[in-house]
């Protein structure tokens, strides 16, 4: 859990505000992620980041906006959510995130508890 | 295109007695397939993996998982469970597109003393 860090840990703010979660690696990898963890629902992968580029979109609306800047650093911008937005969202990342990585152990930060009221 | 079932979403055992916490897999090709542990309010902790080079798996506290492919299955096993064990479980399978994983529905295991 040390490797990978995430702020702020819990979150509340308005459907009008806007505010942005930050990741942080510390595994020399390559890849990460964004998911979303919601109440009885499976794991949702976000977005996928390789060597800072987006690689992966998974039809998430356009009120997230992440952005990678470095290879260690991942953020989720958030503005305009809706209440069903409420969840924890995890940032992971793993070593290459080259073809054949999904064999790559993904690292799960502690995650960020959103509320929007 | 691959998936993972959990088969059951909640399970229950008394401290001292063995877990059981299943998994089954499809896949057209070889998987890599994982076990996580999440304890509340904190990220995904890696207790496994498999990735071929061994059809029994040891992971930390004591858990372990064996990949039948006759079967399908990768189910996670301890021999006694402790009450630090409560958690939920989640079941992965890579091996699609890079960097994805599919995840298991989940399986919330609850220690009784």
């Known amino acids: 859990e040390t490797g990978v860090t995430q702020t702020p840990r819990h979150l509340v703010m308005g459907m009008t505000n806007k505010k942005s979660l930050k990741c942080e690696q510390h595994l020399g990898h390559n890849a990460m992620y964004w998911y979303k963890q919601s109440a009885k629902k499976p794991l949702e992968l976000m977005f996928v980041y390789n060597f800072k580029e987006q690689t992966e979109n998974n039809s998430v609306p356009s009120r997230f906006s992440p952005e990678c800047p470095n290879s260690s650093h991942l953020f989720l911008h958030l503005h305009t959510l809706q209440p069903e937005d409420s969840a924890l969202y995890l940032c992971a990342s793993s070593g290459s995130g080259l073809a054949g990585g999904s064999t790559d152990t993904q690292y799960f930060g502690p995650g960020t508890r959103l509320t929007v009221l | 295109a691959q998936s993972v079932t959990q088969l059951d979403s909640h399970v229950s055992v008394s401290e001292g007695t063995p877990v059981l916490l299943r998994c089954n897999y499809s896949s057209s090709y070889s998987p890599s397939l994982f076990w996580y542990v999440q304890h509340p309010n904190k990220g995904l902790q890696l207790l496994l993996k498999?990735?071929?080079?061994?059809?029994l798996v040891k992971g930390i506290n004591g858990f372990e998982a064996e990949f039948k492919k006759s079967e399908t299955s990768f189910h996670l096993t301890k021999p006694s469970a402790h009450m630090s064990d409560a958690a939920e479980y989640f079941c992965?399978?890579?091996?699609?597109?890079?960097?994805?994983?599919?995840f298991g529905q989940g399986t919330i295991l609850t220690v009784h003393p």
């Open positions: 992965l399978g890579g091996g699609t597109s890079y960097g994805k994983l599919t």
């Open positions: 498999y990735t071929s080079a061994a059809t």
